[in-house]
């Protein structure tokens, strides 16, 4: 094999292991937020979770209740929400069902340990 098919070949490996590594490092990067900047946060994991631990001031709305789209609905649809999960991509499929229904200021903040990481709140247990 030449030289040039050589170098070729581990630039190629190289952009490779770059794309992969800066792809882990930046999914689903929560940035800190100010807790005050928020209206609302939202636990949208089931009750029983909820009732084990969630961040102080969170409201326990769990997007498996049949009666989700009614009790979301109470809040504003311009405020400021914070929304976490089970896990990010828990937490975006449930923005994305709210954005469908007009809330336009929601945030994902992850799991609970991201939102706690995200927020500095604590946890109630």
Do not use: C
Request: proline letters at 2%; zero cysteines; a neutral charge.
């Amino acid at each position: 094999m030449s030289m040039k098919k050589i170098a070729f070949a581990t630039l190629v490996l190289l952009i490779g292991i770059t794309y992969v590594v800066v792809s882990i490092l930046t999914a689903h990067y929560i940035p800190k937020t100010n807790p005050k900047s928020l209206v609302a946060i939202v636990d949208v994991r089931d009750e029983n979770n909820y009732i084990y631990s969630h961040l102080t001031g969170a409201s326990g709305i769990s997007h498996m209740n049949k009666n989700f789209e009614s009790l979301v609905s109470q809040l504003k649809r311009h405020d400021r929400i914070g929304v976490y999960g089970a896990n990010w991509d828990d937490a975006e499929r449930v923005i994305q069902k709210m954005r469908g229904w007009g809330f336009d200021n929601l945030l994902n903040l992850g799991s609970l340990q991201q939102a706690t990481d995200a927020t500095g709140l604590e946890q109630t247990f």
